[in-house]
């Protein structure tokens, strides 16, 4: 039988706290990978949000089983919060998308990406580490989360990361659609996905490695009385995503909002909800690594077969 106090030994040994800037040796803060002065104040309630946390009883990975998480109140200083970058880095590259006013020039909408990907990056990078010091650690999972962080870390360093340091003289690498919904939705979320059919069965990914993936970058957020969705994708993939890109384009409203719903609540757990649609959400409902637990076959099942992303699934994040 496992003790407790090995598992809070391993818990003690997974966080990363170096800067994700290129060659930063300083020291990373808690910086918001959602915007604090601006989005998660849009949801909060009394200065508080709800977040998917893990329950106390769930603190690793028990053979194939993912940790569940509850939705609870979280203080909005503390929402969304990552060891990404020093104070110096995260002020000076996130400036642009920081200020009250939006941001969705085309270094703003980089910079959502950016973001994105180390949050990601950064969050996956601590996965392995409690992997590797866990008693339940398994090679399944261990290899999953090791190809996940290879497959961001390339994309970090290969194509964003250069753009960065060029401070915009380079080419952007990111692409963008940007969705404007005309209703205040009550979520803000950050998700990125591999997809591995297109909506016409095209195999993108053709291993489990996500070696010959190509990823799509989401962000959503309510800005005033709309919602913007920003989704994103490498111009070095351009050419292979063509059709993918070209169905996303041709979407109506209600198709744009079911596909943003499965795309976050199958694959994120970086998503915040305002304490108003408490009562609307079951009590029992728990999120479970990215995605409802009580849905998340269906929803690991999108990735398999890609017009299910256009299907109800059971939840409709903008109708909350």
């Known amino acids: 039988m496992i003790k407790y106090s090995d598992e809070k030994k391993a818990v003690n ?27 998660i104040s849009e949801l909060a309630v009394k200065n508080h949000v709800l977040m998917p946390m893990l329950q106390n009883n769930a603190l690793f990975l028990e053979k194939d089983k993912r ?30 998308i920081e200020k009250n006013t939006l941001n969705l020039t085309e270094m703003g909408k980089f910079l959502y990406a950016y973001r994105n ?13 409690r992997l590797i010091n866990s008693p339940y650690e398994n ?21 964003l990361d250069k753009y960065i340091i060029s401070k915009g003289q380079l080419k ?16 803000a979320a ?30 959503s957020f309510p800005n005033n009385n709309e919602t913007i969705v920003l989704v994103s994708w490498l111009k070095h993939d351009k050419d292979k995503l063509k059709g993918y890109i070209k169905k996303l384009k041709s979407l109506s409203r209600s198709e744009k909002e079911l596909y943003i719903t499965n795309f976050i609540l199958g694959t994120s757990s970086d998503i915040i909800f305002s304490p108003k649609i408490k009562e609307q959400l079951d ?3 728990y999120l479970i690594e990215g995605g409802l637990l009580s849905l998340q076959e269906k929803y690991e099942q999108t990735h398999e077969n890609c017009k299910e992303m256009l299907e109800y699934l059971g939840i409709n994040l903008f109708k909350l």
């Open 67 to 96: 940790f569940n998480k509850e939705l609870k109140l979280v203080g909005k200083n503390e929402a969304t919060t990552f060891d990404g970058f020093c104070s110096v880095h995260d002020n000076k590259i996130f400036l642009p």
């Open 283 to 285: 009590p029992k409902t």
């Open 13 to 39: 040994k997974m966080y990363i706290r170096d800067c994700m800037y290129p060659k930063c040796q300083d020291k990373a803060i808690h910086s918001h990978s959602l915007q604090n002065n601006r989005v």
């Open 172 to 187: 952007c690498p990111i692409d963008s659609l940007c969705w404007h919904f005309k209703n205040k939705a009550n979520f």
């Open 117 to 129: 990907v180390c949050f990601h990056l950064r969050s996956l990078e601590e996965l392995l580490k």
């Open 190 to 219: 950050n998700a990125i996905m591999f997809p591995v059919y297109g909506f016409n069965g095209e195999l993108y990914m053709k291993t489990n490695a996500y070696e010959n993936g190509y990823p799509l970058i989401v962000t």
């Open 139 to 159: 090679e399944k999972s261990f290899l999953i989360t090791y190809y996940f962080v290879q497959a961001l870390l390339k994309i970090k360093e290969v194509y």
